[in-house]
């Protein structure tokens, strides 16, 4: 509270939350502060996973193949939220009622097909977040892709039917798409900072990045003035935070790093603008006691750097 | 009751019946207990493949041309249910109502155009199903095809009206389309698994799956760890039925086999966590005396397999 | 009467109609028993050649251009129907209402596109069946057709309609588009069996079908066992109405044959399982009297041969 | 009145008006006598071509690019109808309320893309017109194009709602798209006869046709008998007016052509059975005292020769 | 107002807005007189370009990456309106309600993928546009793409609903696609011409136009007479406004010009027919200071200029 970043950074909280309505608010509340670290920092754990990737997601794992794993994690790890899709949230999630809030992710695609002409189509509706007591929906949006044009269209319906229910929009915000890959790939500053923009001009409330990356290798093949930008890794993040705007950012955790990496990139993120973290296979590919207690050193992490 | 590994599937089976709704598990307990084997295993005769085959699927045995045929059989040995179309329901049925439960097939194809961007419109709605009195329907999704969008898509509004209704469904999921092709084909474990698990996340109450098999020849063709995974039979059944969770799993029969190969296909998928079997051209395929006869076997390892 | 073929067809009728709706069953009755033949045939004078072939198809018979020789044909004639599109039905039924019971095609394209992915989009709908007081609709679906899931779908919906209304359908069942022609074609046995049974499953109450012809030139073209299968045309017309199961079967005459050739295929379809025929450019490209003295020989076949 | 032919044209009139519908009836009374010529006689002015050829069509006479032109020349000239898309009607045609009727184009497009697949999109709809105060509609249906299915959809559900409110509907029947430039062009009497038929098929209450044309260049590129068929100017508009049966047959004036020719051309489509004209490039693309001189002349002869 | 092009310009004025139903005219009414220059004038500020051009847009001015500045430049400029989409809106208009009146984007497109067949999906509604107490809605059409007939479609469908609404559309009239590019460019008179008139054929209020470009490599690609039609910059100006006829006109900056030739711009546009200008970069991309200081010499310009 003394540092002039941390107040910047908590008016910036404030100013992020103010425009939203009643019902929403009432729903980020649950995760920002009743569950999770619980100052207003995030900390998601998705499982959409095994939809996306394929039960090959949980061979370093083999007990993460059971729902039932995730759930406890989060439970035991008093996460934020689940992001899952509504299958396993009716086999699974009655258990936890009032215990772990969902997020639910109502659109998704399997890996089998080419991703050039990447679109998720819808798995559940906004009316079924709110029938099952979601807390938040989750879309996932091709940046980028052919299919964009279905894309934006899917998405604002999405969004007319959340706003009508008061129920807060995660955007998974993806570049992706032979376009996205021949202008500097899906991990390029020019791509995530595009989808940053995008995520606050369709009308996200928190959207879902990954970290972009400076790879001297392609950096060129993006458009100017990124095709000649440098960045290190925390000028990456806040940059994308600042060109988000008023969304809240989550930054997700990708695939499995070391016990290093992981923290490097929580305590990055966090310290550089982002408002919470979706950390999956992070966690759950881990054996129980370790992704325990990898949960509460990030849990830790959040609650130390302020918001 | 006395082997662990017999508890430990009956839970299972509680468990995976738990989170139905009442109607779901009104209409289940149909084809569960008060129909077929009687202790909570499900053996169904499908007559779709005239749709899906065509007629030459009934030459080996010209009297299944015939649904009464199948009707009888279904009757006489006393099946948990029959699945077809609408047409079918329509003109042969009436004359079994009460004896023989309907799995209506809402969605189908012909096997004319090439596979490989397979997608089943549907043939007839959840309403049909209420209507007609069936106590599940059946719809075939094709996991990892070009169409898979458009598939999500109408399995998504088929299972709100179906959870609306109470009505369970089966999905017949199976990878189909040019990207599994080259990936292994459809009758990899890397296929089936991720199949088993596309059917758990998208909110089926019951899964069909095909057994795995294991070719050297295409092993490698897999992404990993498939491509590098050795199986045997029964571990391939173990493993899809563990990834389909709280999923019930039928496994289907396939095209005809020698007596003691459908023997031996019944048995290893019972004992390795199987809920039931879809046996059609294994036994309408036979001659009546026959047919009736390797019902009997196979209803008698249901009793025998504690489920 | 008392030949056991004759009793065996005539259950066979009965039993055909058991299963239909009253409204299905009181319309049918008048193309049946009222109109036509009047002993459960049905001789239906098809002019939607005009949108199908185009206007060439008036050309042997300049009179047959305008479509009062069609409708002065059924009447004097005596027809079960005529089969049309709406247009042509708004334009010249009224002065034949009551007389000329109609059948309303609701789908129809012109000849000009290739017919690779053939697809009949609709020209009117079962509303205005109802509207118009016709006794049947018409649907034209094109078997095997890289359209098929569209034309599935939209068979699915007028089936619906016709279903809630009470309206019999008989459903063109034509095997159409390149994966037919490279099967062994459009006439093949392959071909027509498979349309036979598609229109029992997808529940038509009638089908029209081609005689299916087995040329050695094309045969092994189909997949087995029909590529090696000879038949006589006797045996073809007797499979496919044995394929099509309870579904009432129209055969169509198909472009015009000798006196001799027509009545030898009228008998054959009669003798070997036929509900009725459906032959147009047959009678309406002769001129007036010819064609109304086909008809009559037609009629009093169909009178002779017990149904 | 004494020429049998005129007799045989003015029953021919009644019998193409006596099936239409209270509200059709009025509305095109108002076409055909209470605006116009007056005697059953339909002259329309359209001024669509901005859309569909773009500003390049008012070159000629550039005081025409103002609509006031066009509405001036229907006023003074006395036309049947003005025919043009919803914005022009918006923001000109109050002025002439009651003055000029209104022929709503409800579809439309640019001449920018391809003509391949041709296919015009809603500009407007049934509502539209009947809220403007319309006394008909005109559709652009582009018979043969690979779009045709689209096209039938669409005019079938402006067809439903022009039938609800009884708006007369006027069908621009034309030929186009790859496969009917290959078969002997959009002018060929293959192709314009198919359209003529297709309109009556459809249900079109009135059709706006081209005179066909014989052109030994490509007349061997039409399918038979078109193929070897010579025929006349007045004998290809007699044939297309035969074909459309009980259809209302308005012929187009095309690009503009000599005051010889036009009037040629005009006396000829009247002769051979045409009900009207609509011509507008040869009247607009002429200077004021031209363009309503030439009114004139056109409208003396439509008196001229009896309808 | 005592030069006789003054009082012609005005009089086009008001015959610009007097066919415009009350619902228009008042929300007009804001933008043209209670706000912005204040004498029929329209001065918009457009910031839809994150989404258009991705955060690129921002680098010459990174304090414009945050809406607060536009937002800002608006209210203290004295802006007619700001032009954005729906996210933008939402959270960042609220502390300007009533001062810095809305034009609700309602669809939009990023520049990832290619151009070749543009369109833009919706990202907001009409309702949302009432919803939120916009005075405007802003549609980008591109005229001549492939997705021409999709773009025409959903174009009606906004209209019928801001018509039953009363808010005015301003249509970003666009050339675009692989068609428009072959003939002579997004740029060439033949091109922004043609989408001057679809502007009025379809029923937009205002248009958006950019300023026709006379360049001598590519006048030949355009269809005749435009090529072979040499230009001034006023002529083309003065020409696309009276292609418009009643629709207003809004000429756009395009990108950033000099001091000079933005003013030159300006005056053009204004003194040859424009109603207003929508200019984003060219303003909000200088510093703020002298952000300000030229949107007032173009206000000044703008009350100088009798419209």
């Not at 404030?14 to 619980?38: Q, T």
């Not at 939220?81 to 215990?99: C, D, Q, S, V, W």
Request: glycine share 10%.
């Amino acid at each position: 509270m003394t540092s002039s970043k941390g107040r910047m950074i908590r008016l910036s909280l404030l100013d992020k939350l103010d425009h939203l309505s009643l019902g929403k608010r009432v729903r980020l509340h649950r995760l920002m502060y009743e569950h999770g670290p619980g100052n207003g920092r995030m900390l998601i754990l998705p499982i959409d996973q095994g939809l996306e990737h394929g039960p090959a997601t949980f061979f370093p794992n083999p007990d993460s193949a059971n729902p039932e794993f995730q759930f406890k994690l989060a439970e035991k790890g008093g996460f934020s939220g689940i992001a899952l899709h509504l299958g396993l949230a009716e086999k699974y999630a009655k258990k936890y009622a009032g215990k772990v809030p969902i997020v639910l992710k109502v659109n998704g695609k399997t890996r089998i097909p080419p991703d050039d002409h990447a679109f998720s189509p819808l798995t559940a509706t906004v009316e079924d977040a709110v029938r099952i007591g979601a807390d938040a929906i989750g879309y996932t949006l091709y940046v980028g892709s052919p299919k964009q044009p279905d894309d934006f269209n899917q998405f604002r319906k999405i969004k007319a039917d959340a706003d009508r229910y008061g129920m807060p929009i995660i955007l998974w915000s993806y570049p992706r798409g032979e376009a996205v890959n021949s202008q500097g790939g899906k991990k390029s500053l020019y791509a995530i900072d595009y989808a940053a923009r995008v995520a606050m001009e369709l009308g996200a409330d928190a959207v879902k990045l990954n970290v972009p990356v400076d790879d001297p290798e392609n950096r060129k093949e993006q458009p100017e003035p990124y095709g000649s930008l440098e960045f290190t890794y925390e000028e990456g993040i806040s940059r994308v935070v600042k060109t988000a705007g008023k969304t809240l950012v989550l930054f997700s955790g990708g695939s499995k790093l070391s016990d290093d990496d992981l923290i490097h990139r929580a305590r990055a993120c966090l310290e550089y603008g982002g408002n919470g973290l979706l950390f999956g296979r992070n966690l759950w590919q881990r054996p129980w006691n370790e992704a325990l207690e990898m949960t509460q050193r990030i849990k830790k992490l959040m609650c130390e750097i302020e918001p």
